[in-house]
């Protein structure tokens, strides 16, 4: 019988944890607390991704384990991006254009299975922790912008793409929508620049320096690659940081997110 002792943990995030199956599988298992269709709406989604080609492991099965929901999928070997760059920095521009490059292969399909994008944000919205006028003027602006049908993976950033074998793999479909591929970007330069890690001050400004390095040559490459207009990035950022006010977020990169939120609607 399965059993949690049996199995290695091998990653760990904010909603659940991965364990190893066997050299070829792992197992995500969600912690308590979400809603009972989680696996199964990730399993669809990241199965929807695999079909389009798009270069991410293959979802297996869902898998119950107690009273925990979870999904097998193939087994990637690899680091985060995030985990390497933080080891070798000095390859944090060549990795950025490959990070955007992908970005932009998953803004080519149209994912109109999948839910709205734009609905998504005006219910994360509506659940922000946000002065009232505020969140009305962004869910005004909301809902003057046209719908779109592109493939938005929606939680896009290093820790999310495993560095492999067979080059960039990116895991995580949950947060997967149909929408603006601008939507989608803005979301990660924002995930990208108020992310924290835990270290000395100098360590701190080095990873600083880090991100803001990897965001520019990310940007930069994906608007050459994708022919989007970047001027149309700046309408997206405080949206999608109201939006992310809705999660559980550590003191300063609440208050970096709420700024950005608060500067691009005045």
Known sequence: MLTLKRLKKIASGNTAEVFAL???QVLKLYFDGYPPDEAENEL???KFAY???IPTPKSIDLL???SRQGLVFERCK?????????QYPKDAPH??????????????????PLPLSQQRLSDKMNRADVDHDLRQQALEKLDSYPQENMLCHGDFHPAN?????????VIDWVDATQGPALADVARTELLIATSLITADSFEQQAYVELKQQFVAAYKRHYFQLSKRDELQLARWLPLVAIGRL???????SFEQTLAIAQQGLV
């Not at 690899?78 to 933080?86: D, I, R, W």
């Not at 793409?161 to 793999?169: R, Y």
């Not at 809705?246 to 300063?252: D, I």
């Open 51 to 53: 079909l389009q080609g």
């Open 78 to 86: 690899g680091p985060s991006l995030a985990a390497y760059l933080q």
């Open 95 to 112: 990795l950025a254009c490959e990070f955007a490059s992908l970005h932009a292969t998953i803004h080519q399909y149209d994912a109109s």
């Open 64 to 66: 119950q384990l107690g």
């Open 246 to 252: 809705s999660e559980k977020l550590a003191g300063s």
């Open 44 to 46: 669809n989604k990241a």
């Open 22 to 24: 066997s050299n070829k």
């Open 161 to 169: 793409v495993i560095l492999s074998n067979q080059g960039l793999m």
